[in-house]
């Protein structure tokens, strides 16, 4: 298998170490479960023929989605004239948003669209397009959320700030007894917020959460820049030359309201459920007692393994495991890598969560949301078998034939490993 480079260019070298301890965290110097997985993954390309990359049909698929989101735009802005037919419009360029999110820009943004680097970034500067940024994602999503899944005060999905408890380790306020009623809401507001807030308030501010990150500079910033200009042209400068700003901010926030509740659900699910786990670096040494491959695995929930067309509309990211363990690999393929992911987990002893439907997936994530906001018990053992299928371990098991040594550095320059980290 033809393999990425190891360090993906543009990041700035800064060292990952704990906001808190100014230590580097680590994981287990285990390789066994990873090297079993990769071997079992490289058959698959070889049997198969097929490349890991530059598949035709995550072309056509892009062809699809961009076509939908021209027209549903075009349409909009310059055909519409009922409020029937905007809504319905607006509602579609929310879904074709969220499409492109999770089809194209989020295979560029972890290369694993393309073996030409050109191309990746292409497709991952499609975020400029749906008014996010590439340089705040590939630090956000890339480095913080792939590296450290699930682990509080590392992964900067999982805070939230006071909004929300998503973790047994985050301090829960009164407000959190409603956070399983009211975080819905919120959630549609995510694409808004990144979009008009959030991407300023963190170059601004040099931090998202609890994590500093370099500040763009140079082409980054450039970037940055053009990308929120094309964006605030699209959004808001050219439908103010045909219709009422009422009008424009009514629209605007229907399609952001849908983009923003798809991308903040199928992300949710995979990881803030009662299933997965949320470990905590040892105390006096920042060490996690898991190899990386395993605690990505551990950490992370698929739903709806068997449903294709879901797989299709979102970018495989109902497969969330393989793509944690395989991030380079286009989406196009997990449904085939899943059942050997799932076979290496039970050979070894690892957990491997797999919901049976979306919806089973959306129910675990409320009753998370509720256990979270009315208790503070730490116990992050999975209780509801009723939904789970494949093997699953206590949070305190041993994780199979694990050859532990000394802790060391996390194999997280591995080419089949996140985008972002040095
Ligand atoms: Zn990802």
Same mark, same amino acid.
């Given at each position: 298998?033809?393999?990425?480079?190891?360090?993906?260019?543009?990041?700035?070298?800064?060292?990952?170490?704990?906001?808190?301890?100014?230590?580097?965290?680590?994981?287990?110097?285990?390789?066994?479960?990873?090297?079993?997985?990769?071997?079992?993954?490289?058959?698959?390309?070889?049997?198969?023929?097929?490349?890991?990359?530059?598949?035709?049909?995550?072309?056509?698929?892009?062809?699809?989605?961009?076509? /939908?989101?021209?027209?549903?735009?075009?349409?909009?802005?310059?055909?519409?004239?009922?409020?029937?037919?905007?809504?319905?419009?607006?509602?579609?360029?929310?879904?074709?948003?969220?499409?492109?999110?999770?089809?194209?820009?989020?295979?560029?943004?972890?290369?694993?669209?393309?073996?030409?680097?050109?191309?990746?970034?292409?497709?991952?500067?499609?975020?400029?397009?749906?008014?996010?940024?590439?340089?705040?994602?590939?630090?956000?999503?890339?480095?913080?959320?792939?590296?450290?899944?699930?682990?509080?005060?590392?992964?900067?999905?999982?805070?939230?700030?006071?909004?929300?408890?998503?973790?047994?380790?985050?301090?829960?306020?009164?407000?959190?007894?409603?956070?399983?009623?009211?975080?819905? /809401?919120?959630?549609?507001?995510?694409?808004?917020?990144?979009?008009?807030?959030?991407?300023?308030?963190?170059?601004?501010?040099?931090?998202?959460?609890?994590?500093?990150?370099?500040?763009?500079? /140079?082409?980054?910033?450039?970037?940055?820049?053009?990308?929120?200009?094309?964006?605030?042209?699209?959004?808001?400068?050219?439908?103010?030359?045909?219709?009422?700003?009422?009008?424009?901010?009514?629209?605007?926030?229907?399609?952001?309201?849908?983009?923003?509740?798809?991308?903040?659900?199928?992300?949710?699910?995979?990881?803030?459920?009662?299933?997965?786990?949320?470990?905590?670096?040892?105390?006096?040494?920042?060490?996690?007692?898991?190899?990386?491959?395993?605690?990505?695995?551990?950490?992370?929930?698929?739903?709806?393994?068997?449903?294709?067309?879901?797989?299709?509309?979102?970018?495989?990211?109902?497969?969330?495991?393989?793509?944690?363990?395989?991030?380079?690999?286009?989406?196009?393929?997990?449904?085939?890598?899943?059942?050997?992911?799932?076979?290496?987990?039970?050979?070894?002893?690892?957990?491997?969560?797999?919901?049976?439907?979306?919806?089973?997936?959306?129910?675990?994530?409320?009753?998370?949301?509720?256990?979270?906001?009315?208790?503070?018990?730490?116990?992050?053992?999975?209780?509801?078998?009723?939904?789970?299928?494949?093997?699953?371990?206590?949070?305190?098991?041993?994780?199979?034939?694990?050859?532990?040594?000394?802790? /060391?550095?996390?194999?997280?320059?591995?080419?089949?490993?996140?985008?972002?980290?040095?």
């Amino acid at each position: 298998m033809t393999r990425q480079p190891e360090i993906p260019a543009r990041l700035p070298r800064v060292s990952l170490r704990s906001p808190e301890t100014g230590r580097r965290l680590t994981f287990r110097r285990d390789t066994a479960f990873h090297h079993a997985l990769r071997e079992r993954i490289e058959g698959y390309f070889r049997t198969s023929g097929r490349p890991p990359r530059d598949c035709w049909q995550l072309y056509v698929k892009t062809a699809v989605f961009f076509a /939908g989101f021209a027209a549903a735009y075009v349409l909009l802005v310059f055909v519409a004239h009922t409020w029937a037919q905007a809504l319905a419009l607006a509602v579609l360029l929310g879904l074709f948003t969220a499409g492109i999110g999770f089809n194209v820009q989020h295979d560029g943004g972890h290369q694993a669209y393309s073996q030409s680097r050109w191309v990746n970034t292409l497709m991952a500067m499609a975020l400029e397009l749906l008014g996010g940024s590439t340089y705040v994602w590939r630090w956000k999503h890339g480095v913080f959320h792939h590296t450290y899944v699930n682990i509080t005060g590392h992964d900067t999905d999982i805070d939230l700030g006071i909004l929300a408890r998503l973790t047994p380790h985050q301090r829960r306020l009164r407000v959190h007894r409603w956070q399983h009623l009211y975080l819905w /809401g919120l959630y549609g507001l995510l694409v808004i917020k990144w979009q008009l807030v959030g991407d300023f308030r963190k170059l601004i501010s040099g931090r998202m959460g609890t994590r500093a990150f370099p500040r763009p500079k /140079g082409r980054d910033l450039a970037i940055f820049v053009a990308g929120k200009v094309v964006f605030f042209l699209l959004a808001f400068g050219i439908p103010l030359g045909f219709h009422s700003i009422g009008v424009v901010l009514c629209y605007y926030g229907v399609a952001g309201l849908v983009a923003g509740i798809l991308l903040s659900v199928v992300f949710q699910v995979a990881h803030c459920v009662e299933e997965v786990a949320f470990p905590v670096p040892h105390a006096s040494t920042d060490h996690i007692d898991r190899a990386w491959a395993i605690h990505q695995a551990e950490t992370t929930a698929d739903f709806a393994r068997g449903n294709r067309v879901i797989a299709w509309l979102v970018g495989g990211l109902n497969l969330q495991i393989e793509h944690h363990l395989f991030p380079r690999i286009s989406h196009v393929h997990y449904p085939a890598l899943s059942p050997l992911v799932e076979q290496t987990c039970r050979e070894f002893g690892v957990r491997y969560t797999a919901f049976e439907s979306f919806r089973a997936g959306l129910i675990s994530h409320f009753r998370w949301l509720r256990r979270m906001g009315t208790s503070d018990t730490h116990d992050v053992t999975a209780t509801h078998d009723q939904r789970f299928t494949g093997t699953r371990l206590r949070a305190g098991d041993s994780a199979g034939p694990a050859r532990g040594r000394a802790s /060391g550095r996390s194999p997280e320059l591995s080419w089949d490993a996140p985008t972002g980290e040095q």
